[in-house]
Nanobody, 113 residues
Framework: QVQLVESGGGLVQAGGSLRLSCAAP??????MGWYRQAPGEQRDFVTF???????NYADSVKGRFTISRDNAKNTVYLQMNSLKPEDTAVYYC?????????WGQGTQVTVSS
């Protein structure tokens, strides 16, 4: 079992920035990334990063969000800039370990207009 611990959510005005963090208790050799879920909506892909730093982003966040990873600290970060009200959601960190996917507890991001 891998317990992922997220932090960094909060309330911000449109156009502002937030940085989310997700820490794992051990080295993760697979993909780490983020999904988000708005009220009444399904959980949607946001971004992922491989251990060697390759990344992929949803079209809705390209150019505004940046994922990074510190393998020495077993931590992945999500820098979110130019936030929009439609970015409001619970953000979930995930890690793929072999065939298993582990999830964090989620952190709320609210963007006011």
């Amino acid at each position: 079992q891998v317990q992922l611990v997220e932090s960094g959510g909060g309330l911000v005005q449109a156009g502002g920035s937030l940085r989310l963090s997700c820490a794992a208790p051990t080295s993760i050799f697979g993909i780490m990334g983020w999904y988000r879920q708005a009220p009444g909506e399904q959980r949607d892909f946001v971004t992922f990063i491989t251990r060697d730093g390759s990344t992929n982003y949803a079209d809705s966040v390209k150019g505004r969000f940046t994922i990074s990873r510190d393998n020495a600290k077993n931590t992945v970060y999500l820098q979110m800039n130019s936030l929009k009200p439609e970015d409001t959601a619970v953000y979930y960190c995930y890690a793929r370990v072999g065939l298993k996917v582990y999830w964090g507890q989620g952190t709320q991001v609210t963007v006011s207009s």
